[in-house]
Nanobody, 114 residues
Framework: VQLQASGGGLVQPGGCLRL???????????MGWYRQAPGKQREMVATINSDDSTNYADSVKGRFSISRDYAKRSVFLQMNSLNIEDTAVYYC???????????WGQGTLVTVSS
């Protein structure tokens, strides 16, 4: 499975971005977004399960929203009210429904700066 992420870029504090990620194949019990800021460990941002239940990091609750398009094997992350602390490389991931195998995209850079 290959995951292709897009949508990163440079945005001012308070701005918004929408990240997209599409898988080449497969059926997934979960898809999600993680991020890694410079000098920090990778952390979970948001995940969405096959029953559409979601999980968010406390730091993004109320600002970010995750969604899926099952037919297109895609997952999206709408990011609003961005702040400098959101600057990171964002990675999409998927967990296969049968094998449980996790796959990761290449990452897309989000920079929040004035």
């Amino acid at each position: 499975v290959q995951l292709q992420a897009s949508g990163g870029g440079l945005v001012q504090p308070g701005g918004c971005l929408r990240l997209s990620c599409t898988a080449s194949s497969g059926l997934f019990i979960m898809m999600g977004w993680y991020r890694q800021a410079p000098g920090k460990q990778r952390e979970m941002v948001a995940t969405i399960n096959s029953d559409d239940s979601t999980n968010y990091a406390d730091s993004v609750k109320g600002r970010f929203s995750i969604s899926r398009d099952y037919a297109k094997r895609s997952v999206f992350l709408q990011m609003n009210s961005l702040n400098i602390e959101d600057t990171a490389v964002y990675y999409c991931m998927s967990k296969a429904i049968i094998s449980g195998r996790e796959s990761w995209g290449q990452g897309t850079l989000v920079t929040v700066s004035s």
